[in-house]
Each structure stands twice: as structure tokens, then as C-alpha cells.
């Protein structure tokens, strides 16, 4: 079981896309992400005062021996970009 995410945005976009990328997922990755979703969004609230755009970059793995979980890891990187953001 394995997810993924990658995300560039305003503050309050990554954390509805956050939100949202738990819909696309389903079983055990789904389970995997929800646990660890209201981290990512948190940290993501977190840093957002000092900086309009962050790019969050996260994935998971969990295996799994005749149904009992043996290890799960998970990665997280979060860069605040610095400057004028202009569209």
C-alpha cells in the first residue's frame, strides 16, 4: 500500500487539495492517508502566515504480513516560496 502527493499553492489551496486527494484514494492507501491528512494540513497552516505559496510534497508506504501491519513510513517536505507571487 503506497500514496503520493504533490502540491504547489496558495496556503489555503494545498489544504483543500489535501482534503480532496483523500477521495481519489481507496482501501488500505486511503486508511494510510487519512491518518496522516490532518498532519499535512496542520503543517501546512503552520507555515503558511510568513509565506503565500508552498510547495508540499509527501508519500507513504505501509506493508502488510497475513493482514497485520509490519512498518509504515512516511516522507513529508515542505518549501515555502519567497518573493512576490504574481499571476
Not at 508540499?56 to 506493508?63: D, Q, S
Not at 509490519?70 to 518549501?79: D, E, F
Request: glycine share 10%; proline share 1%.
Amino acid at each position: 500500500m503506497s500514496w503520493s502527493i504533490s502540491l504547489i499553492g496558495k496556503s489555503d489551496a494545498v489544504i483543500a487539495a489535501i482534503e480532496e486527494e483523500s477521495t481519489k484514494l481507496s482501501g488500505q492507501s486511503r486508511t494510510e492517508f487519512d491518518g496522516i491528512k490532518e498532519h499535512l494540513k496542520g503543517l501546512v497552516a503552520a507555515n503558511s502566515g510568513q509565506y503565500a505559496i508552498v510547495r508540499l510534497e509527501a508519500n507513504g508506504h505501509a506493508a502488510f504480513d497475513d493482514g497485520s501491519k509490519t512498518y509504515s513510513t512516511c516522507t513529508v517536505t515542505l518549501t515555502p516560496f519567497y518573493g512576490r507571487f504574481v499571476q
